[in-house]
């Protein structure tokens, strides 16, 4: 009864005005998170039915899909891009590994927590995400109307609500820059940073006013669709999460508030979504099709209200080609602590270069992956004809310092407990400072100073201590001591090194540098005429000076559970001088390379190949660096090298060729079952013919691992035919 008064009394208006007095239609869209999608099947209807919409007004979700409706995408448009969005990676400002920069890669990717670290004192982060990855995708999608600041000159008026975090208060956003106007809008309390717009803080607009009906009437809509994705409260069994419980306790002041406001709505459309909550993106298919299911219902009253509308402006379309352009210039503000060579260097691109807004948002990332900014906007001005100057603007981020904590457990470390801390711009801009410690029955610790140029070249130095005991058949007590099997071996390892470097696209590295070795390797388990009972006996106790070079090449697209890319790490070491436990010291050299490659088939099978070789120019008379063939683990420093089927340094030589072949399923999702064969030659000098296949070693593995949040957790079974011997082989975490 009500809609049919609602409608004589639009027609009784319409008869007595004139065209410019027809009624009003205002589209209210509430926020709602995921939920918010069922706001497209309605959308779709109104398309259907002809009816023009005069003012549109959302809220959260509801402003992200009214906006890219008020700029001309159609209802079918905002449903492609919602089925083409990854969501979870948007939200949580997921980058992929190739983003990151070289140095991350290969000192990061081991800590399971990250603490920003202010004033001396770790504390809990502001949220999940900064939610840059959102900025870049409305960038682009509302590219249209880029410089556009006033909203109510869009091909429909529009304005968002958010809420200021200092007084809680409602924020009426109508002026501006509109993506980040909606992403302030759309900012979810712990899972996305507010934004600042005004020296205003700002966060969703749903905390003060989910569904702005009344504030639509106050722009002089005649009629009000609104349309409520906001469901109710949760029994405790739901509560399971963070978000749940934060957007539980928004939902107190929403539903008051928005109860008051659905009376003021002359069409209240509610989609019932009740079983999904704000952050169910993964149900995005179901929730739009409890939203057209909804819309169909109300299809003859909005063919009903179109027949009211006598003029209707000509509707304007998103252009669907991809423009290219011409960069002809580039302004950079806000950089303080980075410089210029530094931004540019990331963001690879160049005066000349003609670029999509889609590759710009590729740019974008790799200065974001580097973590150094709170926010990154860009704009494109023309100049003349097709070329375009690009202004980024940036905002750096204040969390200089930050606290990363990882655990690990393997067979020959045992247990581990990290603590990393990291500080950024400590002596000078574009540096990095970073420290592991690690707490547990092996004490170690890593110390990296870098500073990257970006175009320019880089350098650093790092520290390393490294020890630990194993029982092992420590192959140098074969010739010493013939009648002792294996030993308990103690070893230590100090390493300095200065270096410069330069990278090529994140993937590729160069570097020369100078290091200092102190090599200790003793046991308790040998006794000598030369030695008394209660002293150790030792292999080596010496420094060492040498020079080093070294070319790498990373594209795996995972550091743990590789599907695809290529791997290369090629390095030379010059001995040039030692304190010399020995006596026996002279200059050689040693040379070592990975090489590395991983596809998958069908999407669950990863084939994995590696090969490992190294050789020894003048090989020194100390056995201690010899490579060591045996055991499983990632975290060998020196010459020891992984090989399955054989214990811990087990086969030794001057030079050794490898290669492990690796068969990987995916169960589920997490779950790998692996079977993994390795083969290896050991000799004096294993190219000195090309019989290359000769005395072969070989050792063959099965195993389960999981991916879990700590890291990779694995158990292998691996055997060796030559020496009828099997080994358990578990760890647990990433590996430091």
Known sequence: ??????????????????????????????????????????????????????????????????????????????????????????????????????????TGEKTVITLPVK?????LPRAVSKGQNILNLLTELFASVEGANDFAKLEI??????????????????????????????SFPTLLIPVEINDRLLVDGGIANNFPIALMREKGADIIIGVDVEGRLYEKEKLNSVVAIMGQIMSYQMYNKSNLQKKGADFYIHPKIYKYNVVDFNEKEKILEIGKAE???????????????TYKKPKKVQQKTIKQYLISDMNISGAKYYTRSFILGKLKIKYGDTISRKEITKRINLLSATKNYERIEYTLENIEGNAYALNLKLIE???????????????????????????????????????????????????????????????????????????????????????????????????????????????????????HKFVNATTETIVSENVNDDEEFTFDNSNYLNAYGYIKLDTYDKKYFVTKG??????????????????????????????GFATT?????????????????????????????????????????????????ELSNNSFIKSEFNFRYRLAKNHYASFIANYARLEGNVFRNLDLFQNIKSGYALGYSFNSFIGPVELKYSWSPETQQQYWLFNLGFWF
Not at 157 to 182: H, M, N
Not at 295 to 309: C, H, I, P, R, V
């Open 601 to 649: 088939f069908f999407d669950k099978l990863t084939f994995q190949l590696t090969n490992e070789a190294g050789f020894t120019l003048e090989p020194p008379k100390s056995d201690v660096f010899d490579y060591y063939l045996g055991g499983y683990n990632q975290n060998y420093i020196n010459t020891f090298v992984s090989f399955y089927g054989y214990d811990f340094a």
């Open 1 to 106: 009864m009500k809609k049919l008064l609602i409608l004589l009394f639009a027609l009784i208006s319409t008869l007595l005005y004139s065209q410019e007095k027809q009624p009003k239609i205002g589209l209210v869209l509430s926020g709602g998170g995921a939920k918010g999608f069922a706001h497209v099947g309605i959308l779709k209807e109104i398309d259907k039915a002809g009816l023009q919409i005069d003012y549109i007004a959302g809220t959260s979700m509801g402003a992200v899909i009214g906006g890219l409706y008020a700029i001309g995408y159609s209802g079918n448009d905002i449903e492609q891009i919602i089925l083409n969005t990854d969501f979870e990676a948007v939200l949580r400002d997921k980058l992929t590994r190739n983003t990151k920069p070289f140095f991350e890669k290969e």
């Open 119 to 123: 004033k001396g004192k770790a504390s």
């Open 397 to 515: 981020s204040k969390d200089y310092a930050s606290l990363k904590l990882g655990i690990h457990y393997d067979l020959l470390y045992q247990s581990g407990i990290l603590a990393n801390y990291n500080q950024k711009n400590l002596l000078r801009k574009n540096d990095l400072f970073s420290v592991d410690v690690i707490l547990g029955d092996n004490i170690r610790y890593n110390l990296n100073y870098f500073v990257d140029n970006g175009f320019y070249i880089s350098y650093g130095l790092t520290s390393r201590y490294n020890n630990f005991r194993a029982s092992t058949k420590f192959n140098p007590i074969v010739s010493m001591f013939p009648n002792i099997n294996s030993i308990n071996l103690k070893y230590t390892d100090i390493t300095n090194q200065l270096f410069i470097q330069t990278t090529f696209n994140r993937k590729f590295a160069i570097g020369l540098g100078v290091e």
């Open 157 to 186: 008026p529009f304005f968002c609500i958010a809420t200021d975090v200092e007084t809680g208060r409602e924020v009426i956003l109508e002026k501006g820059d509109l993506p980040l106007s909606i992403r302030a809008s759309a």
């Open 295 to 309: 819309g169909k219902k109300y299809s003859d009253t909005f063919k009903e209200l179109a027949t009211l509308q």
């Open 566 to 595: 290529y791997f290369a790490d090629l390095s030379f070491r010059w001995y040039l001088a030692s304190s010399d436990f020995n006596n026996d010291f002279s200059k050689f050299a040693q040379t070592k390379g990975t090489l």
